[in-house]
Each structure stands twice: as structure tokens, then as C-alpha cells.
């Protein structure tokens, strides 16, 4: 059965599975252009309130589930819609892809053995009123043989927003990311790490990329630790975390604030993953 991911909460599903949701708010702003005039009106706001800049988010952002070919997850998703007017999507599922390292999105039905092709809505469309969330669940059964790791739930925006040079408008689309670990076989390789000194204008970046060569997603977090010519800790910088899906590759960017002096310096780069730990160290020089 799928089981949920450590220390996080788990929902219980047909079948008896277990998914752990992780909770992260996709956030598309909706400018000012989304609101009707009538919303653009001035008001009064209540004492002590902070008015919120429109926005449209939807939640969860990433479900992460572990289990078997021919096991089914059924996920809620809920559209918050934080504008002055409604707006209508209708819900769609596509893979997600590797191709030349990058992610593509495929249309259900067109990626053999793929995931979209077995999903589920409650609802084909969904009505989200100025203010107010609306929610609609999906159902998705894990082909017996299939290579695909992701699919993205879609709430496709149906309403063309005018634009404020009067051009063509556009639409509000935003999607959660649904990835299935199935085996033990998660492998990542790391480049080496590249720093980037610090200019006038900007802080020193420590770059490093990693491959996913394995078959599972993986999301490893990372730090960079800054030592000194004696081998002393200067600093730490912390890298961003980004999932990698099977043959992603992908480049990970820690800002480091602190100025460093003049000499000799070596930064050791380590990202923790499923219980593994990658490490590898670059010498540079600050003039």
C-alpha cells in the first residue's frame, strides 16, 4: 500500500492507502486586472485588518505518495480564490515528462503506460467566486507497468483577462504535482560545485548541479559550508530544495550574505535524501 513519507500527516484513501500530503500553497497572482471595477472601488478597511494583494492559490501544491503498480490515490485539491471576481477552470491531468533533462507536460492518453490516462475527477469543472474556495477530488490507478513517476492535476482557467494595454488577454492555470516512489531504486549524481565571488551589486552564489539517475523522484535538501585555508568554518549558506524527477537534472543555488576576507577558501556542498548523504568540497580563491 502506499505509505506516507516520515513525520508527515497521512489521509486515508480507497484501498486502504496511506499518501502524505505536503502542504505547500502554489500561489498565481492575479493583478489588478482580475479584479471587476466594482472591486476596484475604494473601501474602508476594518481597524487593524492589512488588505492582501489578489491572488489565486491551490492546495496542496505537491502530494508525494509511495506504493505498487495497480494501486489507486484519491486526493482532494481546493481552489482558493482571493480576487474581486469569479473565475471558472475546467480539470485536466497530464504527464510529466523527462525529455533533453527538462520537464514536459503530455496531454492523458499520449504517454504509453502513463498515469493521466486513468484519472478521475469529481467534477469536470469548477466555479470559484470572488473570495471563496471551491474544492473537487481526483482518483488516479497506477498502471501494472509504467515508467512514469508524476502527474500534474490542472485547473485550466477558462476566462480570458483583459490586460491593461488592451492586448490579447490572458488565462489563470495552476496545477499540483502528484509523484509515485515505487522501488528502492533512487540514485543522484552531483557536478561539481561552482562559486560565483561576490560583486558590488550582488551577494557570492554557490551553484550546484545534481542528476537524477535513478527511477524514483527524490527531493534532497543541501548546505553549503565556507571554510577558511586552516579549515575553519567561516559560514553557511543553504540551498534551495527542488524536486528531481527520474533523468531530471537540475541546478541548485545557495546565496551566502557574508562578506569573506581576502585568501584562500574551500566550500563543502552536502544534500541529504532518502536516508543517503552526497558531499563534495571546491577550493576558490577571494581576491
Known amino acids: 500500500m502506499f505509505q506516507p513519507e516520515p513525520k508527515a500527516s497521512a489521509k486515508r484513501v480507497s484501498r486502504r492507502l496511506l499518501v502524505q500530503t505536503l502542504i505547500v500553497i502554489f ?5 489588478a486586472c482580475a479584479q471587476t ?18 491572488s489565486i492559490s491551490l492546495s496542496p501544491a505537491v502530494v508525494m505518495a509511495k506504493g505498487n503498480p495497480g494501486q489507486g490515490l484519491t486526493q482532494t485539491l481546493t481552489l482558493t480564490n482571493q480576487t474581486g471576481r469569479e473565475f ?18 503530455v496531454p492523458a492518453g499520449e504517454t504509453p503506460d502513463g498515469i493521466a490516462a486513468t484519472a478521475v475527477f469529481s467534477q469536470k469543472m469548477v466555479l470559484v467566486k470572488a473570495f471563496s474556495s471551491a ?36 488565462t489563470a ?16 549524481e552531483q557536478e561539481v560545485a561552482h562559486v560565483t565571488p561576490a560583486s558590488a551589486s550582488a551577494n557570492m552564489t554557490i551553484t550546484q548541479f545534481i542528476a537524477n539517475k535513478g527511477t524514483e523522484p527524490v527531493l534532497p535538501e543541501g548546505a553549503a559550508a565556507v571554510l577558511d585555508a586552516k579549515g575553519a568554518l ?34 563543502l556542498c552536502s544534500f541529504q535524501f532518502e536516508g543517503k548523504t552526497l558531499t563534495n568540497s571546491t577550493d576558490f580563491k577571494v581576491p
Open 27 to 31: 500561489v498565481t497572482s492575479v493583478l
Open 37 to 54: 471595477p466594482e472591486a476596484q472601488q475604494p473601501s474602508v478597511p476594518m481597524q487593524g485588518a492589512q488588505s492582501a494583494p489578489p
Open 88 to 105: 471558472a477552470f475546467e480539470l485536466i491531468a497530464e504527464d510529466v515528462v523527462i525529455k533533453d533533462g527538462k520537464r514536459v507536460f
Open 135 to 170: 474544492s473537487a477530488d481526483i482518483r488516479v490507478t497506477l498502471p501494472a507497468h509504467t515508467n512514469v513517476r508524476a502527474v500534474v492535476a490542472m485547473f485550466r482557467g477558462t476566462d480570458k483577462l483583459p490586460t491593461s494595454t488592451g492586448a490579447v488577454g490572458m
Open 173 to 188: 492555470s495552476l496545477g499540483t504535482l502528484i509523484t509515485f516512489n515505487l522501488t528502492e531504486n533512487i540514485k543522484l
Open 234 to 267: 567561516v559560514g553557511k549558506a543553504i540551498f534551495s530544495p527542488q524536486r528531481l524527477l527520474p533523468g531530471e537534472r537540475v541546478e541548485f543555488v545557495a546565496d551566502y550574505p557574508d562578506q569573506l576576507q581576502p585568501g584562500d577558501y574551500r566550500v
